[in-house]
């Protein structure tokens, strides 16, 4: 009846490229690298759902190979990944998140970004949650050479039909 998935994802940052960060773009000095458009978030979550039905993971959906996926908004894979568990009779119960980072700050952003997120998965704002954290300067993000996201989701089965 029940499926718990989780997800994790990395990405650098650098200069010269837009920060996208749970579908919206911030603004930063530095933005994710990336295939796609980098959404560290977005792409912890699609993880996440794939995990929870053992559907792979998000490189074997969307391999970044493929041309087509080159710069593409991850809200489209997040979409595509939220269809993909939906056709296998699945809905979602509920996301929770963290965002691992030195700067920008997410808080200002978090409300738009669960407003982005809960409009494509079909949730109610209150089953989208988005923290985030810094590493305290230590290590790769502490030092914000990059980011991480990390995201858990509960999927539902679908009632049968009587
Ligand atoms: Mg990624």
Same mark, same amino acid.
């Given at each position: 009846m029940y499926r718990i998935g989780s997800g994790i994802d990395f990405h650098q940052l650098v200069e010269g490229r837009d920060l996208w960060i749970g579908g919206i773009k911030i603004p930063h000095a530095k933005g994710a690298l990336g295939h796609s458009d980098a959404d560290v978030l977005?792409? +912890?979550i699609?993880? @996440?759902m794939l995990g929870a039905l053992a559907l792979g993971d998000i490189g074997m959906h969307f391999p970044d190979t493929d041309p087509?996926? #080159?710069g593409i908004d991850s809200k489209i894979l997040l979409a595509k990944t939220f269809s993909l568990i939906r056709k296998k009779g699945y809905s979602l119960v509920n996301i929770d998140s963290t965002l691992c980072l030195e700067a920008p700050k997410i808080k200002p952003h978090a409300d #738009?970004?669960?407003e982005t997120? +809960? @409009?494509i998965t079909e949730l109610p704002l209150d089953a989208v949650s988005i923290k985030a954290t810094?590493?305290?300067k230590m290590g790769f993000a502490g030092r914000e050479e990059g980011l991480v996201a990390m995201a858990t989701v %509960? %999927? #539902?089965k679908?009632?049968?039909a009587a």
């Open positions: 977005l792409h +912890a699609c993880d @996440a087509a996926f #080159k #738009k970004m669960r997120i +809960a @409009a810094t590493t305290e %509960l %999927l #539902k679908d009632m049968e």
